[in-house]
């Protein structure tokens, strides 16, 4: 008999000893879950409100916890969800009216001495009278150009700069940020396309509408060209490739003038191809590049460029495949210069 009591009050103080251990465990377990949460901002006054009674406040905490912890067993694929989330999307190309609303690579920031030479002139498929019947003294232009290659008059030497913008380049990381430049330059080659070497491109006056150039040859107005497109694109396989194409719709401006038969108006498309070249040396000053300025040794690279101007008898994207008219081909070398 003694020995069943004894048994019995054995089993009692056991039952009694695990619900204690138990109800230690749920509450050390509540007390180090709710202090985790109100590590992280997540409990507290504000999310436990001090006037519920006892046992409101522990069902609060109770479901706080049990929250977590369904919390946890969805942390992959939330995390996985956020990191989705987070990232961006980077755009691949940047787009404009005209190439000054392009968003070159941050690398392109600065002012550069620019040196160009025309390397390559010749006329399409159609041949010079296709040309002259669309464009008309197209011909003439063509041959101006191409008795210029390999002399003096094939080289030009300018001063430009492209400014700093916050706007992201494609494929930039974000916040880097990026570098434009107005058009001035492509529409002098888009000119010369047009109107023979030594063309004078100068913008016309600011308006609504795109940018718009007028195109002299021997001291006579010719042309307008009118800006009708931009798109700069960087290359997958490298940072230090960049190219910009651009395309310029021709009208003509003097009196009297027509464009032919064409049943639209010709374009020139202009595809500039950038190419940033590190170098260790430092650069040497040229006679050249000391006319246009100072060399800036905190830019330890150059950039080289291959420019392609092509004469269109229409735009493209129309009822059919544009017909290249003349195409025209240059080399372009720019040095790091202080600003002004």
Excluded at 104 to 132: K, N, S
Aim: charged share 20%.
């Amino acid at each position: 008999m003694a020995t069943a009591l004894q048994h019995r009050e054995g089993c009692c103080r056991l039952r009694h000893r695990r619900k204690s251990l138990s109800a230690a465990f749920v509450s050390g377990g509540l007390a180090l879950a709710v202090g985790i949460l109100t590590r992280q901002g997540l409990a507290g006054p504000g999310y436990l409100p001090s006037g519920l009674p006892a046992s409101r406040r522990s069902a609060a905490s109770f479901g706080a916890v049990a929250a977590v912890l369904g919390g946890l067993r969805r942390l992959p694929a939330l995390a996985e969800t956020e990191e989705k989330a987070v990232v961006p999307k980077k755009v691949t190309v940047s787009v404009g009216a005209a190439v000054e609303e392009v968003v070159h690579p941050a690398w392109f920031a600065g002012d550069w001495a620019c040196g160009e030479e025309l390397v390559g002139a010749v006329e399409g498929p159609g041949g010079e009278a296709l040309l002259a019947s669309l464009l008309p003294d197209g011909d003439k232009a063509l041959r101006k150009t191409q008795s210029s290659i390999g002399n003096e008059a094939a080289l030009r030497r300018i001063r430009r700069k492209w400014i700093t913008t916050k706007r992201d380049s494609p494929l930039a990381d974000e916040g880097t940020g990026g570098a434009v430049e107005d058009g001035t330059s492509s529409a002098s080659f888009a000119g010369a396309a047009v109107a023979g070497r030594g063309a004078q491109v100068a913008p016309e006056a600011e308006s609504s509408g795109p940018p718009t150039w007028q195109v002299k040859s021997q001291g006579k107005l010719r042309w307008r060209l009118v800006a009708a497109g931009a798109v700069g694109r960087p290359d997958l396989s490298s940072d230090d490739l960049f190219k910009v194409s651009e395309l310029f719709q021709v009208e003509p401006l003097a009196a009297g003038a027509s464009l032919g038969g064409a049943p639209a108006s010709p374009v020139v498309r202009v595809v500039t191809s950038y190419q940033r070249v590190p170098f260790a040396a430092p650069l040497q000053t040229g006679s050249s590049i000391a006319q246009l300025g100072k060399l800036d040794p905190s830019r330890r690279y150059i950039v080289q460029a291959t420019q392609v101007a092509t004469v269109l008898d229409g735009p493209p994207g129309g009822s059919g495949e544009p017909k290249t008219l003349a195409a025209y081909k240059s080399k372009l070398y720019f040095s790091p210069l202080l600003p002004k």
